[in-house]
């Protein structure tokens, strides 16, 4: 179509195109700018708290990876279930070496048997069942692992909040504290106010710049937390407006109980089955184990009375005899035992580390919501009516510029600091929810 607008340009000659192609034109210009609108829309989208826990799951190699060692696990424990191969056996038996004759001597045969061996007692039974039980285990550890990344997810959530938040708020101070500067330069102008009191407006100014250099650097470290989970994609367009709409904790009770069932315990649980059937697989090992084989031997030639001579069927059965074990039935099972006493100790010491932190956690999500109470209800408004106060003062002459910088940097700090309890509640409750299994 293009070629036909331009190839008679030399000759001045108008050319008009159909009224077909040029919709079709259109039609697919309009198509391509929507599909690139729908396109940057999708991609502009604010990502929300639940889609970074979401993807954040999606792309976890550590899920992935306990995911495929408990399936690894169970494709032993099948396996380990299961009797050695049998064994074929061919060979001769008294081939005499003066003639290499198969036929000469009596005894001489071509021997084909089968050889089966049994492991001692319930060995396969426990093997079996040991390695479902590291199967449990690797699933409960997966679980555990995802409750981590949900936590670093909301954690670092938080954090970016807090940053973001907390850059608004100093960049609105900003604009006061330009104000200010204005205020001092008029004013001296007019023989009301010092030179040292703009110079100070300039500092408290480029002071706030400083702070801006700092939260800056705080937010690039929680996308780089976040980015550690969700990737870098995601990271960029993480922008939360506001805070998680999480319920309250239930009681330390419910909690405590909570923390029974909690994936870091059950997998000490299954582990310790696993070391249970470890121990009871060392006991069988003074247990006789058996190989059983049958064998048919195939005779050649003719006996003395002239008549073929007859195959041998031959079965036999072996046995272990467990008699010295001393140094090594009595050291295995003494290991097993030790190890089994070593993941009990364990348990308990993950079971006190929750509680540990579930006391913390509490206390610190109890005390923060306090504080961030007090902040809303009173320290915000008084401080910023405090601002307001000691500049009008300034500007009737009844109070120093210090005295109102300062004022102004008191309401900064408590804007800032009514904000970090708000973010370290939300943070607490986050480290709850890991407790609850959620």
């Excluded at 002459?397 to 708000?422: H, S, V, W």
Aim: proline letters at 5%.
């Amino acid at each position: 179509m293009v070629d036909n607008i331009f190839m008679d340009r030399k000759a001045q000659l108008p050319v008009v195109p159909s009224p077909k192609p040029q919709r079709s034109l259109f039609i697919r210009v309009v198509y391509g700018l929507l599909l690139l609108s729908i396109g940057q829309t999708i991609h502009g989208m604010p990502l929300t708290l639940e889609k970074a826990e979401r993807e954040a799951l999606l792309q976890a190699p550590e899920s992935k990876s306990l995911q495929a060692a408990a399936r690894a696990f169970e494709q032993s424990a099948i396996a380990a279930g299961q009797l050695a191969d049998p064994k074929l056996l061919l060979g001769t038996l008294n081939v005499p070496v003066n003639t290499f004759s198969f036929n000469q001597e009596g005894m001489t045969q071509i021997q084909i048997g089968l050889q089966q061996s049994f492991p001692r007692g319930r060995s396969l039974h426990y093997q079996s069942l040991q390695n479902k039980d590291l199967s449990a285990a690797e699933s409960h550890r997966q679980h555990t692992m995802r409750l981590q990344i949900l936590q670093d997810v909301r954690i670092g959530w938080l954090n970016l909040y807090y940053g973001l938040r907390a850059r608004q708020i100093v960049i609105a101070q900003k604009k006061i504290f330009r104000d200010l500067v204005r205020v001092t330069e008029s004013l001296l102008a007019n023989n009301k106010a010092q030179q040292k009191d703009v110079i100070r407006a300039q500092l408290e100014l480029t002071e706030l710049d400083n702070r801006l250099l700092d939260i800056e650097q705080q937010i690039e470290i929680a996308r780089a937390a976040l980015s550690r989970r969700i990737g870098p994609k995601y990271s960029r367009l993480a922008s939360p407006q506001r805070l998680p709409d999480w319920s309250s904790p239930p009681s330390p009770g419910q909690l405590q109980e909570k923390i029974k069932q909690h994936p870091v315990l059950n997998t000490d649980k299954a582990l310790i089955l696993a070391e249970q059937a470890k121990v009871h697989l060392a006991k069988q090992q003074y247990k006789p184990g058996l190989v059983a084989g049958v064998a048919y031997g195939i005779r050649q030639g003719r006996d003395e009375e002239g008549r073929s001579r007859p195959d041998f069927l031959t079965a036999q059965v072996g046995v272990d005899l467990p008699l010295f074990t001393r140094n090594r039935q009595d050291r295995v099972l003494k290991a097993s035992e030790e190890n089994l006493l070593s993941i009990r100790e364990n348990q308990i010491s993950n079971y006190r580390r929750l509680c540990e932190l579930l006391k913390q956690s509490y206390a610190t999500w109890k005390q923060q919501q306090k504080s961030a109470q007090l902040y809303q209800r009173h320290l915000f408004s008084q401080a910023k009516q405090y601002a307001e106060a000691t500049r009008t003062a300034y500007q009737n002459a009844q109070t120093d510029f210090p005295t109102l910088a300062r004022a102004y940097i008191r309401e900064l700090d408590t804007q800032l600091a009514g904000l970090k309890a708000e973010v370290n509640r939300d943070i607490a409750r986050a480290r709850l929810l890991y407790l609850q299994g959620r």
